[in-house]
């Protein structure tokens, strides 16, 4: 055994049914996957994040 002390990322949680979450997974087309990928890896300019919208609270206009 390893003595290393290894951070493991946490399981993923889903907040829909096995049969909703299936038939997600099941229509991704797998370009779509790498081209997401691609994008992510492309670095961006320093300085142009996005502002992060705050969430309106509720009852509030």
Do not use: C, N, W
């Not at 992510?40 to 994040?49: A, D, R």
Request: glycine residues 4%.
């Amino acid at each position: 055994m390893t003595s290393d002390k290894r951070k493991t990322e946490p399981p993923l949680y889903l907040d829909m049914d096995f049969e909703e979450t299936l038939s997600r997974f099941a229509r991704v087309k797998p370009d779509e996957v790498r081209e997401s990928i691609e994008r992510s890896k492309q670095k961006k300019p320093p300085g142009e994040k996005p502002a992060r919208r705050r969430p309106k609270k509720e009852g509030s206009s």
